[in-house]
DNA sequence: CAATGTATGTGTTTTATAACACAAATTTAA
DNA sequence: TTAAATTTGTGTTATAAAACACATACATTG
């Protein structure tokens, strides 16, 4: 356990729905948070368990990934920082459907379901926000249904990449992704057997639209990749 | 178009989330709805439309139909009276990402958005609602993500069938699935081929689970449907 | 009420992708 | 620093479900 002030992302960073919040508001917020750090490869929660308190990662990547049909898992959303995780099931009043396991080291705040909920009666605008957050998420999910169904392997994987992309980022280099996933990750987020993510995977290589390094994947034809997505 | 008065079901109804405003902000929705209706097969939106307020099916029953990847077209909610259709578009600022066509005919009360907004930001029990409405249906859409793309054909059907149960309930007789679908719509909300919906209903039948007489489908083994349902 | 269109039903073929099997490389642990 | 475990890579086989092709039944309409 942090010191409080030790994370002031939450609350600091550009895009945090926490600067909606006037003075008064903001400081119970802040007399009531509370910083956690978790390293990698650990769980901060499980599928099923009940969430208490609204989870806001401050630093570091996580992927929520939830149990299928015969031991093949499904990555169900990846996340950078600053943004909320598990707060679909907290805002539901249900059990969480998918766990939350870090894959670098990170920072949490967590701020306690009454003082949230305090804080969402206090202030319309703050309360309008999440309802635009989860409506736009829905909106995601409601797409991400029809291209794991619908897509073929090549397209599926491909949108992925782009899902990566658009989450995480490039290194400095401007092709390399941000993030450093296992094959057998890359199929779960896929919706794929591991050998066919890698099969696939090293198509694109030999096409010459990504290449590889060991886990380092780097965009060499952004419209390609974006093409294969789009009609696979 | 319809008088203001003819329907009541939209803030009368049991579940409705109008009954958390008071008097005064009912008044503010009584004054500012429009009440419209369709007949069956009418399109009530299409995919890609700009959402300009609340829409509240009052009497009638409605699917949400998305376009797929070379016309395979997917219903992602079927919703029965009374319940809002088309309020994540509006809540996300976004075009709608699939169309609302009456299958059965339809009465609809509008809300505008701007009324919608004071109503959300004057009373927090109200926004918390809605809050938790769109949390328990992105939890829906990620449970039928896993199912659509682990179960095999007979779970997915199944599911459907459960589904439909579920939303539209049973005839008198307690087990007529109170919903008349074609096949293809059936096949459209369980991510198969026609002819796949058709066959696989056809094996129902001749298990005993269910029984056919044209869109009439009636449950006989409710127990055996879940099971299915799960292990497919 | 014929005629045309649409929905349902069934058999056959094709294909995308999972499942399996194993080898090589890499990481982790002893 | 070797052994064990895990991850990556590749070829082969098996299979679930799509695609296709008709036939029949049912609706709709001129």
């Given at each position: 356990?942090?010191?409080?002030?030790?994370?002031?992302?939450?609350?600091?960073?550009?895009?945090?729905?926490?600067?909606?919040?006037?003075?008064?508001?903001?400081?119970?917020?802040?007399?009531?948070?509370?910083?956690?750090?978790?390293?990698?490869?650990?769980?901060?929660?499980?599928?099923?368990?009940?969430?208490?308190?609204?989870?806001?990662?401050?630093?570091?990547?996580?992927?929520l990934?939830k149990?299928?049909?015969?031991?093949r898992?499904q990555?169900?959303r990846?996340?950078?920082?600053?943004?909320?995780?598990?707060?679909r099931?907290?805002?539901?009043g249900?059990?969480?459907?998918a766990?939350?396991?870090a894959?670098?080291?990170?920072?949490?705040?967590?701020?306690?379901?009454k003082?949230?909920?305090?804080?969402?009666?206090?202030?319309?605008?703050?309360?309008?926000e999440i309802?635009?957050?989860?409506?736009?998420?829905?909106?995601?999910?409601?797409?991400?249904?029809?291209?794991?169904?619908?897509?073929?392997i090549?397209?599926?994987?491909?949108?992925?990449?782009?899902?990566?992309?658009?989450?995480?980022?490039?290194?400095?280099?401007?092709k390399?992704?941000?993030?450093?996933?296992?094959?057998?990750?890359?199929?779960?987020?896929?919706?794929?057997?591991?050998?066919?993510?890698?099969?696939?995977l090293?198509?694109?290589?030999?096409e010459?639209?990504?290449?590889?390094?060991?886990?380092r994947?780097?965009?060499?034809k952004f419209e390609?990749?974006k093409n294969?997505?789009?009609l696979?």
């Amino acid at each position: 356990m942090l010191n409080k002030s030790d994370c002031q992302k939450c609350s600091n960073d550009k895009n945090s729905i926490f600067k909606l919040l006037n003075k008064q508001e903001r400081s119970i917020f802040e007399n009531n948070k509370q910083c956690t750090s978790y390293k990698k490869n650990e769980i901060i929660f499980k599928e099923g368990d009940m969430p208490s308190g609204l989870i806001c990662l401050c630093y570091g990547k996580v992927k929520l990934i939830k149990e299928g049909v015969g031991g093949r898992d499904q990555i169900i959303r990846m996340e950078n920082s600053v943004n909320f995780i598990g707060f679909r099931a907290l805002f539901a009043g249900e059990h969480y459907i998918a766990s939350a396991v870090a894959i670098e080291d990170c920072t949490l705040c967590y701020l306690d379901k009454k003082t949230l909920d305090k804080l969402i009666k206090a202030n319309g605008n703050f309360a309008l926000e999440i309802i635009t957050i989860l409506a736009k998420e829905l909106g995601v999910s409601n797409e991400r249904t029809l291209s794991l169904t619908q897509k073929h392997i090549r397209g599926r994987l491909a949108e992925s990449l782009l899902v990566l992309i658009n989450t995480f980022g490039y290194e400095d280099d401007g092709k390399t992704i941000k993030v450093y996933l296992s094959r057998e990750d890359l199929a779960n987020l896929s919706n794929m057997t591991t050998s066919n993510a890698i099969r696939t995977l090293s198509m694109f290589a030999s096409e010459g639209v990504i290449s590889i390094e060991g886990r380092r994947l780097s965009v060499e034809k952004f419209e390609t990749l974006k093409n294969i997505s789009s009609l696979g």
